[in-house]
């Protein structure tokens, strides 16, 4: 168990057998609790002070609307597009295609923040494009917390998915290697369930476009589609620039949206943070959750020390370098694929991780916080070293004293 004034309380639960448990995380839709004979589940709960996920949800709703008001000021200025590090086969696809509404540039996201051992909390990115963990947060969380006893802000998710997916209406579902992926075909196919709605799963690499229309492996035309797909690649696959133009030219509509990718990139922290420096753009309350909730973040190293680096578009911790207090480089990932050769890269200061103890050792502790159908709405947990990447593992969160305020 953590230390009383930490922010959060570790329930290991190491002790009960695993089998059967695992085995029922299956039947439920998460037939990853195990990968390779490797323990990607902790069987475990980290339990958050109610007072610090109160201030988490509120900071949530606050740095969506910054920076979705941020997403309105970049869209069609492309010296920010290329700040921002957006292929220019995405720029057209872009300035020609409507923004939603307010809050709803995507319906399906996810924060990742840093909460230090204090309660300090501090915003990394936004996961806003393709973000995975939705079976491991809607599913297994609360499972796991009800199995100990401990209240989840996730049982909602679903509600709030089917929300989302009943106004976009997608027809298909994608993912690359889907039937063979475990992770990404689970997530589509939880995600399918959860919509109530008739929509076929298939894999992105049977998919092909003539003239702009989308078709599958069956040569069915596809309209409205849901793809675990990462926006950026369609600047450097041999389709991407075909899929661009479908898009463009109203034969499919993609989901999450086009301009998912604006709030995706890490350079919009950057940007905010630029804008907050040269007082534009934002209000006072504004300026004050910039300051409490975002960590400075620059498109040049001009730290001395204690920072880290990241690709605008670094996915599972690929990109991530850590310098320490000299300037000198303390860890860089080797497992992940380094997106910084394709995109540009950003500077940011350094946050604290909570630690908590484990039966694998001490741990740093990442809080993710998706964000669906514009509200903030479900917590999830991963577990590693410094950098958070494929090697981490999922661990359930839980909020102390929700339900008292519930009841």
């Not at 075909?242 to 890490?266: R, T």
């Not at 990109?319 to 540009?344: K, M, T, W, Y």
């Amino acid at each position: 168990m953590s230390p009383a004034d930490s922010v959060f309380e570790y329930i290991d639960q190491s002790g009960l057998e695993r089998a059967p448990r695992v085995e029922e995380l299956h039947g439920l839709g998460f037939t990853w609790a195990d990968l390779e004979d490797e323990e990607y589940w902790l069987d475990a709960v980290a339990v958050m002070r109610g007072e610090t996920y109160k201030e988490l949800e509120e900071a949530s709703v606050k740095l969506w609307s910054i920076l979705d008001k941020a997403v309105r000021y970049v869209h069609q200025r492309h010296d920010l597009y290329e700040l921002l590090g957006i292929p220019h086969v995405l720029w057209q696809m872009l300035d020609d295609t409507p923004l939603p509404e307010p809050g709803l540039i995507s319906r399906y996201a996810r924060f990742d923040f840093a909460i230090a051992g204090d309660g300090t909390i501090k915003l990394l990115e936004l996961n806003a494009d393709t973000p995975t963990g939705y079976v491991e947060a809607s599913i297994a969380t609360p499972w796991i917390c009800g199995k100990a006893g401990v209240s989840s802000p996730n049982t909602g998710m679903k509600d709030r998915l089917a929300a989302a997916w009943g106004i976009e209406q997608p027809d298909t579902a994608a993912c690359v290697a889907y039937g063979t992926h475990q992770e990404d075909s689970g997530t589509i196919e939880a995600l399918v369930a959860h919509s109530g709605l008739d929509i076929r799963c298939v894999d992105c690499l049977d998919l092909w476009i003539d003239e702009g229309a989308v078709r599958d492996a069956e040569d069915r035309v596809i309209k409205r589609m849901f793809a675990l797909y990462p926006k950026e690649w369609m600047a450097v696959d041999d389709g991407g620039e075909a899929l661009a133009y479908a898009i463009e030219s109203g034969q499919l509509q993609l989901f999450n949206g086009p301009h998912s990718i604006l709030l995706q990139s890490k350079g919009l922290i950057a940007a905010v943070w630029g804008m907050y420096e040269l007082g534009l753009l934002f209000g006072e309350e504004e300026r004050q959750a910039i300051a409490s909730y975002i960590l400075p973040t620059y498109n040049k190293p001009v730290f001395s020390g204690n920072f880290v680096s990241k690709s605008v578009f670094g996915r599972e911790g690929g990109s991530v370098r850590i310098f320490d207090d000299s300037g000198s480089l303390e860890l860089a990932d080797e497992d992940g694929f380094d997106s910084s050769v394709l995109f540009p890269t950003v500077y940011q200061k350094r946050a604290e991780l909570a630690r908590i103890q484990t039966p694998e050792g001490e741990l740093h502790l990442l809080t993710g916080m998706f964000v669906i159908n514009g509200v903030p709405c479900g917590l999830l947990g991963r577990a590693g070293g410094p950098i958070t990447g494929n090697a981490s593992h999922f661990i359930a969160l839980g909020v102390r004293g929700l339900e008292d305020e519930q009841g």
